[in-house]
């Protein structure tokens, strides 16, 4: 039972439809989201005003490599091209691909970071939202 805690600009990014993944720091313990399980999604945990906004079915879940100008996603592949990179960060609900690299804290010497990616859409149709950005 996935509970995902959101800032509070995120969920009406979520309920329309333009956020539709969250990148989480893989949890020590290795109960890390699985394809599958419902998510229950939440504002304020850990507040009095702690609202329950949305539940969905967990429809992709996978490990994923960030870096300063790539993220790899197994059986996806790598984005690397700017209109992906700038594609992958809007729909993570940021604005540009520099926004989503100071949240996430990427930098040219981080070297690449492992994160989980919980995506309430399925692999094929992100996959499909990323090919659209590839040049022809």
């Not at 599958?36 to 996978?62: D, I, N, S, V, W």
């Not at 996603?73 to 790598?78: A, C, Q, T, W």
């Amino acid at each position: 039972m996935p509970a995902l805690n959101f800032q509070k600009h995120f969920p009406p990014l979520i309920r329309a439809g333009s956020k539709v993944f969250t990148l989480r720091a893989l949890r020590k313990d290795k109960r890390d989201a699985q394809t599958g399980q419902p998510l229950y999604m939440f504002t304020g945990q850990r507040h009095k005003h702690c609202e329950k906004f949305a539940e969905k079915p967990c429809r992709f879940a996978m490990t994923v490599k960030l870096g300063w100008r790539s993220v790899d996603i197994p059986s996806i592949g790598s984005i690397k091209t700017t209109s992906q990179l700038e594609t992958l960060a809007r729909l993570d609900g940021f604005q540009s691909y520099e926004e989503f690299c100071q949240f996430h804290e990427i930098k040219i010497s981080t070297g690449t970071k492992l994160l989980r990616l919980i995506s309430w859409i399925t692999r094929d149709e992100l996959a499909a939202r990323l090919a659209d950005t590839q040049p022809k």
